[in-house]
């Protein structure tokens, strides 16, 4: 005896009933590439190295790696070509220190990240005039071998140097001013200088590399 087509087709479904047979359903998509960037950051946040550098093709992925080692990061310093001091019309300007790094942290939980360089020049400002002298470090640029120069990095001055950058120096006043620009690593060759403005309309010159 043969079961007719709609025959078997029953008993089949009976037996998945009694049998408890499930649907099989597909698994879930997930963004594999979201939950790799997560474990990498969980892993260089305890203590491990950060792994091969991410696609150069892809800024969003370098500065995602680049945020994620920043706690890592330790500042590169150059050698200056010279600490003699260089007047901004009163003020004495003394180069004391020029690094590079990729992230700067400032005292709270604010950090910027760059795929280029973030460059802090360290100085040490005395007036050295009878009078007070007004300099406006707002203004300041640094200017390449090339000519090409680079403002202040505005939110990284913000995050990691000076903050009052225009003020009246008082006579034989000092303190130390720190300033932050944003440039491409090219532009840390022999020539590179800082320029301050003075109250003549010439900018100072202080070599940096």
């Known amino acids: 005896m043969t079961l007719s087509t709609r025959g078997l087709a029953v008993l089949l479904c009976a037996a998945a009933l009694l049998g408890g047979c499930k649907k099989e359903e597909p698994a879930p998509s997930e963004d ?3 939950e790799k960037l997560r474990q990498e950051v969980d892993r260089v946040n305890q203590g491990g190295a950060p792994a091969a550098s991410p696609d150069e093709t892809d800024p969003n992925a370098r500065l995602a790696g680049l945020a994620a080692g920043q706690d890592q990061e330790q500042a ?4 200056l070509p010279s600490r003699e001091s260089v007047k901004a019309d009163t003020l004495a300007l003394q180069p004391t220190g020029l690094e590079s790094l990729h992230s700067l942290r400032g005292s709270g939980k604010v950090a910027l ?3 280029e360089l973030f460059l802090r020049v360290k100085l040490d400002a005395q007036n050295a005039g009878e009078k007070p002298v007004h300099v406006a470090f707002s203004t300041a640029r640094v200017v390449d071998a090339g000519g090409k120069e680079y403002p202040l990095a505005r939110d990284a001055q913000t995050v990691g140097g000076t903050r009052k950058l225009d003020r009246t ?3 034989e006043q000092r303190d130390s001013v720190v300033l932050v620009f944003e440039v ?3 532009a840390i060759a022999p020539g590179l ?3 301050i403005p003075t109250s003549s309309g010439e900018d100072a010159r202080i070599p940096l590399q």
């Not at 590169?76 to 050698?79: E, I, L, V």
């Open 113 to 115: 990240t760059t795929d």
């Open 32 to 34: 594999r590439t979201l």
């Open 169 to 171: 120096w008082e006579q």
């Open 184 to 186: 491409p690593p090219a």
């Open 76 to 79: 590169k310093t150059y050698a």
């Open 193 to 195: 200088s800082l320029l």
